[in-house]
């Protein structure tokens, strides 16, 4: 199936919004966020911080009367510069671009699966700026084979699961960590989609360099085709 029918084919699989955070906070309180480098807010604060980053995002939360902040797919990101796993020596080859969608809300906030599947693989991804505890599901849905990943979980969010285990739509599959497990961030959900995961195994890049970006454009489709946020 080429892209542009994928594409149409994850957007057709549910009408309405697929849940993967706590279906007790209505989508009225969801409010989109920029995070990419254009964001003047962004020079008000050392966005290298984990808690100034908690401390931004709650009050951007209460000033917009909402409970999670949500974007970020395609989005050019400074906060990357912090930590070397995303450097390179080179400007373009540098990982910046975002290719999930980040919901932004309090830690331990439950995590959903968004379709039946399976576990595929979780790992606890370590490295500074990483996800942390993250789970890989995979979903076959008529003769289509592709992935969610869920990232910077609890520990324990990773501690129960077997490979295989099934989930049906809507299960808890984990709940949001913070900043001491999850790569050091404010709490957030990473949520992604992927059609190739080839070798990877409870992991899988969530930024790209520019010079890859054709490529995992393809290969992890607009997660808002099955979340369906209004922005
Ligand atoms: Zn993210």
Request: proline fraction near 3%; include cysteine; charge should be negative.
């Amino acid at each position: 199936m080429n892209t542009e029918k994928f594409n149409q084919f994850l957007s057709q699989i549910s009408k309405e919004s697929l849940a993967v955070i706590d279906v007790q906070i209505s989508l009225e309180s969801y409010y989109p966020i920029a995070i990419s480098s254009q964001n003047k807010d962004l020079l008000q604060f050392d966005i290298s911080s984990s808690s100034e980053w908690e401390t931004y995002i709650k009050l951007f939360l209460e000033q917009n009367k909402a409970k999670v902040a949500f974007g970020g797919y395609l989005e050019k990101r400074n906060i990357y510069d912090r930590s070397e796993y995303f450097k390179n020596q080179l400007e373009n080859e540098k990982r910046n671009i975002h290719l999930g969608i980040d919901l932004w809300c309090g830690e331990n906030t439950k995590v959903l699966a968004a379709l039946d599947g399976e576990v595929h693989s979780f790992k606890n991804n370590k490295n500074y700026g990483d996800y942390g505890p993250t789970i890989i599901l995979k979903h076959q849905l008529e003769s289509e084979t592709f992935y969610t990943l869920y990232g910077h979980l609890t520990l324990a969010s990773i501690e129960d699961i077997k490979i295989g285990d099934l989930v049906l739509k809507g299960n808890i599959i984990g709940y949001l960590g913070d900043s001491s497990v999850n790569g050091d961030y404010a709490p957030h959900l990473h949520f992604q989609i992927i059609r190739d995961l080839e070798v990877n195994f409870g992991d899988y890049p969530g930024v790209s360099s520019e010079e890859n970006i054709t490529f995992y454009k393809k290969n992890c489709p607009d997660p808002n085709l099955l979340l369906k946020f209004l922005v």
